[in-house]
Every structure is written in C-alpha cells, then in structure tokens.
Antibody, heavy 121, light 107 residues
Framework: QVQLVESGGGVVQPGRSLRLSCVVS????????MHWVRQAPGKGLEWVAFMSFDGNDEYYGDSVKGRFTISRDNSKNTLYLQMNNVRAEDSAVYYCAKDPSARVWGYFDYWGQGTLVTVSS | DTQMTQSPSSLSASLGDSVTITCRSSQAISNSLAWYQQKPGKAPKLLLYGAFRLGSGVPSRFSGSSGSGTDYTLTISSLQPEDFAAYYCQQYYSNPYTFGQGTKLEI
C-alpha cells in the first residue's frame, strides 16, 4: 500500500535551518510529482511547495519563497524540504503529499502522517 | 492568487442527516476543485477531485457539484459516525494552490 513517512521535525530557533524528509513506498516514486503542505496548530491547510517527477520544475508558496527549497532523490524514494531562516509563523505540521500526475495536477491523492516543526527561541 | 471561501465554518448535524458545504472561488477554476476530510490528529484524506469525481475507496454518500465556474458544493448523505470531521476544499486550477478555511462537522 502507498506510504509516505515524514521525519526531521522538531524545535528550531528563529533564523536557523531544518531539513525535512519524506520516504515513500508502495508506488513508483519516479513517476509522480510531489508536494509539501503545512498546517499550523488549530489552523487550516497551506500548500508550501511542489516538485515534478524529474525535479525539473518546482514552485513555492509566497510565504516560503526564497527561504525553503524542495528537492528529491529518486534513487532513495525520498522527498526533502530544506527550511532556512525559519520564522515563528513557520511552526506547523508539515505533510508530504503525492500528486496524481508526473508533471502536476495540483491536488493530493495520498498524504503522510506529518512531522511537527516548532520555531521558538 | 485564487481565494477560496468556504461555508459554513462549523455545522451541527445528526446521524442519518444530509449536509451540504459550499466553497466559492474568487475566479473561475473550471472544476479544478478537490475536497478533503480530516479527522483530529490525522492527515487529510482525498474525497473528491474534479469537483465531482470520487477518490479511491470513498463511499458514494459523498458527492460534489458545481453551480458555476466559481461555486462548488460537497454533499454528504445519510451521515455516519465516521463522517464527523473537518472538511476542506482546494483549488488546483492555478498556482499557488489554495484551500478553503475548513468546515467542522459536529454532532
């Protein structure tokens, strides 16, 4: 069955960096685009970033553009989110999510269980 | 950016009831609309995409419709205990992909 398992969350000070990982199984990772979506505690969902199946296309939400970088290692079935210069408002559960297309449809047919990032001094 | 306005923000209903949640986009999105269900402490689950197409394994009591290029509805018929959760709409017509604020469905 399809599984997405995030890791790398934790407590990080403002202005520091953190890298999230998402290891997938149960489908051919190299055939699908992937996304990161986040949810602040008690709040709604916010799309963060997208990467195409081959890594050639990437998009970001305005709130993270220039600070976060999405990447993937297709040999390791792993998606990453490098978070630099984090702010308090980046505190959230971060989900990796699968796109049903190689390029992009833009909706999410499978989600991981999420990893919590808390930005605090 | 395309803004998604979802209503109501909360809804009380009883087992066996039928309920409707509405989502309005700030511009036409050509049925590029998905609905998700989220239970407390869990990841969202895809219910519908393309405004009315059921996701994998989703019961047929969930249905979606569009009244125009900007107005969309999710209807849940014959509410079951497992349906009490939060629901979100999301447009994927254009980047950035945006969500409605959510609707909490309570008993």
């Amino acid at each position: 069955q399809v599984q997405l398992v995030e890791s790398g969350g934790g407590v990080v000070q403002p202005g520091r960096s953190l890298r999230l990982s998402c290891v997938v199984s149960g489908f051919t990772f190299t055939n699908y685009a992937m996304h990161w979506v986040r949810q602040a505690p008690g709040k709604g969902l916010e799309w963060v970033a997208f990467m195409s199946f081959d890594g050639n296309d990437e998009y970001y939400g305005d709130s993270v553009k220039g600070r976060f970088t999405i990447s993937r290692d297709n040999s390791k079935n792993t998606l990453y989110l490098q978070m630099n210069n984090v702010r308090a408002e980046d505190s959230a559960v971060y989900y990796c999510a699968k796109d049903p297309s190689a390029r992009v449809w833009g909706y999410f047919d499978y989600w991981g269980q999420g990893t919590l990032v808390t930005v605090s001094s | 950016d395309t803004q998604m306005t979802q209503s109501p923000s909360s809804l009380s209903a009883s087992l066996g009831d039928s309920v409707t949640i509405t989502c309005r986009s700030s511009q036409a999105i050509s049925n590029s609309l998905a609905w998700y269900q989220q239970k407390p402490g869990k990841a969202p689950k895809l219910l519908l995409y393309g405004a009315f197409r059921l996701g994998s394994g989703v019961p047929s009591r969930f249905s979606g419709s569009s009244g125009s290029g900007t107005d969309y509805t999710l209807t849940i018929s014959s509410l079951q205990p497992e349906d009490f959760a939060a629901y979100y709409c999301q447009q994927y017509y254009s980047n950035p992909y945006t969500f409605g604020q959510g609707t909490k469905l309570e008993i």
